[in-house]
């Protein structure tokens, strides 16, 4: 059920508003979205989620704030260094907009973390840095019967993806995942991870307002050096994620 919005919501959104109207904003203001991951990734759909109007947000996140993150993670600051990603972004968001209610879990990413949380979620969002924390999300999000938005980054090239068990390839169709090796640093322009997670927030608020087309059984392609945006079909390769 949409919930109303406030006269001051109604102010806060008029610019959207216009786009599609009070139900529509009124259906973003009745979402839950789980955001995995609070980087550089994560600040963007966050940051957009937030200023858009999205109902509820839980952030899970287990890292702390860096000296080398504050080239792309735009949430934080070197007053924040040494302190928990998520409590210092819920804190800068609910300044943003205090309408927006924000649940921030510090704990690394599990199947049973996830499990506890995902029964009330209406999509996800991986913002995530590694493989193995994202064929996590992958099983768990298609046991669940979530939808949620896929987008990954290093240097200058990224991509991003919309996934609809059920009706879309699941990400280990798409990226067939190996054993977890030696962590290695990814290199990544500050400006990558901002455009990506602006798309992410973006198919996030298309998919729940219902406009336009999300990025389903389709891969975006983003090559920052040329400034080119290439969509790919994909298709299903029989695995065992999507047809359990």
Wanted: overall charge neutral.
């Amino acid at each position: 059920m949409s919930k109303k919005l406030t006269k001051e919501e109604i102010e806060r959104y008029s610019r959207q508003i216009i786009l599609f109207g009070e139900e529509g904003q009124e259906k973003l203001k009745s979402t839950t979205v789980l955001v995995a991951g609070a980087g550089g990734l994560g600040s963007a759909v966050l940051y957009y989620l937030v200023a858009a109007g999205i109902g509820k947000l839980i952030v899970i996140d287990d890292g702390l704030v860096e000296l080398s993150n504050l080239q792309r993670q735009i949430l934080y600051t070197v007053n924040d260094i040494g302190k928990p990603k998520v409590f210092v972004a819920a804190e800068k968001l609910r300044k943003l907009n205090p309408h927006v209610e924000i649940i921030p879990v510090n704990k690394r990413i599990t199947k049973e973390l996830l499990e506890e949380y995902i029964k009330d979620v209406d999509v996800a969002v991986d913002a995530l840095d590694n493989w193995e924390a994202r064929a996590v999300l992958d099983s768990v999000c298609y046991k669940n019967n979530i939808p949620y938005v896929h987008a990954g980054v290093e240097g200058f090239y990224g991509q991003i993806t919309f996934i609809i068990p059920g009706k879309t390839p699941c990400l280990r169709c798409i990226f067939p995942m190996k054993k977890p090796g030696e962590k290695k640093v990814i290199p990544v322009a500050s400006t990558t991870p901002g455009i990506l997670g602006v798309l992410e927030a973006n198919e996030v608020i298309k998919y729940v307002v219902g406009v336009g087309e999300v990025l389903s059984n389709n891969l975006l392609v983003y090559n920052g050096l040329y400034n080119t945006f290439e969509v790919i079909e994909i298709k299903a390769n029989n695995c065992r994620i999507c047809y359990e």
